[in-house]
């Protein structure tokens, strides 16, 4: 591999799976309670860490990516717009994260900006929208319509996941700059009618017997479930090409 690295970070397969596809040949192996994946992408070489759901799985895995010493780590993956205007499918460049305490957004970790804006202004490509944005993580589904009017007015496209201000967490404390890059998934009229519990166990796995169960339990979220895969698939589509324009912006830049 290259001498210089980057560290990919993401949280589902459903966010790693497009990329992966783009890229040849990849190494698989397990690190710990993680999925590792390693190729070579823009003369640089890539770790790529899937850690799972949640931010304490983000954090443990963001701390085994940082002992790989990699000159950048890029957070990716699907988020929720809290505010109308952004749409499925939506590239939302995040300049500042935050994470949702109760009634009260605590900001997290250090985007760097600088990266942001190169990246913002190098992706150019087949995108149907990128904008610079706020990441607002949280611990739980929350209800968009209550979030929104405790946002400040400067919030122009603030987007919704459940890892980067515990990734950014450690970024800063390991000096590694940060880049986080989220597709949005579902726009502000999208409210999810289901928690995280009713489909994942204490690990935040997502265990096939409770999504059946729930569904089960409540029919009407069907429509929304095969609404969710459609607009999954999109801004999977979006994080690949994403993803492999800022990583070889990264492996081009200095240092």
Partial sequence: MSSKTIGLIAAMPDEVR??????????????????????????AGINLVESGMGPNRAARAADALAETAPAAIVSFGFGGAVLPGLEVG??????????????????????????????????????????????????????????????????????LDMETAAVAEIAERRAIPLVALRAVSDDAREELSFTLDEFTDRDMNIRGTKVLATILRKPWIVPQLIRLARNTHTAGATLADAVIAASALLARRPG
């Fill in 18 to 43: 497009p990329l992966l596809r783009r890229v040849k040949p990849v190494e698989k192996c397990r690190r710990e309670h993680f999925t590792l994946y390693r190729f070579l992408l823009g003369g």
């Fill in 90 to 159: 939506d590239l939302v460049v995040g300049v500042g994260c935050w994470l949702a305490s109760g009634s009260h957004l605590v900001p997290r970790g250090a985007i760097d900006r600088d990266l942001a804006r190169d990246i913002l202004d190098g992706l150019g490509g087949p995108f149907r929208r990128v904008a610079f944005g706020q990441i607002i993580t949280s611990r739980e589904i929350l209800a968009k319509k209550a979030l929104a009017p405790l946002l400040p007015r400067e919030f122009d496209t603030p987007v």
